[in-house]
């Protein structure tokens, strides 16, 4: 079974430029999380979907951060414009359930790196 | 609030001995799932275990165990018999329907 797939592995881009990932989930995982991981740190939770619906947004910079999920399986994060502070690895997770019992499977990350 | 702290941010040791990484906790909740993840160099978390709040047995799973204290909100994990590829950063991390992470412990075991 495939795992959580992300892409890019790693970007380098200029600040205030945008930026752009994507995520697709663990097959059948209706529940998918993006997490920030800042070095030194453990991941935030930025925003959480179950299916194609935004549940927890609370975390999302809304001004320059957005993401979908438009048809609930796979989803995209963009940063616009990217500031220096948003250096990072953005990670996403999927699980079967939302419930607090279910392991979250997590992808590889991107590294982002903002000059 | 929850709130996750590991205390530890480095642990070093020669291959083949214990390591113990330990784990607070802080939550309102009073049903909550407790998860220890790994993170290698590779960067990819890899979900360890998970206990929940309202069974305080310890358990045995190869060589890793965990001691689930709730009066003492602590959730420790050990390595029994560290091998290298054990090197990596632990995370704790307390869910009620989001993760949220303790800072984690990078453990380095030496050949």
């Known amino acids: 079974e495939a795992g959580v797939v992300q892409s890019p592995r790693y970007k380098i881009i200029e600040k205030k430029q945008p930026v752009a990932f994507w995520c697709n989930p663990i097959?059948?995982?209706?529940?998918l999380y993006w997490y920030r991981q800042n070095l030194g740190q453990g991941p935030e939770l930025l925003i959480r979907?179950?299916?194609?619906?935004?549940?927890?947004d609370s975390q999302l910079p809304k001004d320059r951060f957005s993401a979908e999920r438009l048809k609930g399986v796979d989803s995209t994060l963009k940063i616009q414009p990217a500031e220096l502070g948003d250096s990072a690895v953005y990670l996403c997770?999927?699980?079967?359930?939302?419930?607090?019992?279910?392991?979250?499977?997590f992808g590889p990350g991107t590294r982002l790196t903002v000059t | 609030a929850q709130k996750v702290t590991q205390a530890q941010t480095e642990i070093s040791v020669v291959e083949k001995e214990d390591v113990t990484l330990d784990c607070v906790y802080e939550t309102r909740d009073t049903t909550y799932y407790l998860f220890w993840y790994k993170q290698p160099p590779s960067g990819e978390l890899v979900f360890l275990i998970r206990r929940n709040s309202f069974d305080e047995q310890n358990e045995i799973s190869g060589r890793y165990s965990w001691n689930f204290q709730k009066s003492t909100s602590s959730f420790n994990f050990t390595i029994t018999a560290s091998q290298v590829v054990d090197s990596a950063v632990y995370f704790c991390?307390?869910?009620?329907?989001?993760?949220?992470f303790g800072a984690g412990t990078t453990v380095t075991v030496r050949a």
């Open positions: 979907y179950e299916n194609e619906e935004a549940v927890d």
């Open positions: 991390a307390l869910n009620d329907y989001k993760l949220s």
């Open positions: 997770a999927s699980s079967l359930s939302p419930g607090e019992d279910y392991e979250q499977y």
């Open positions: 097959s059948g995982h209706n529940t």
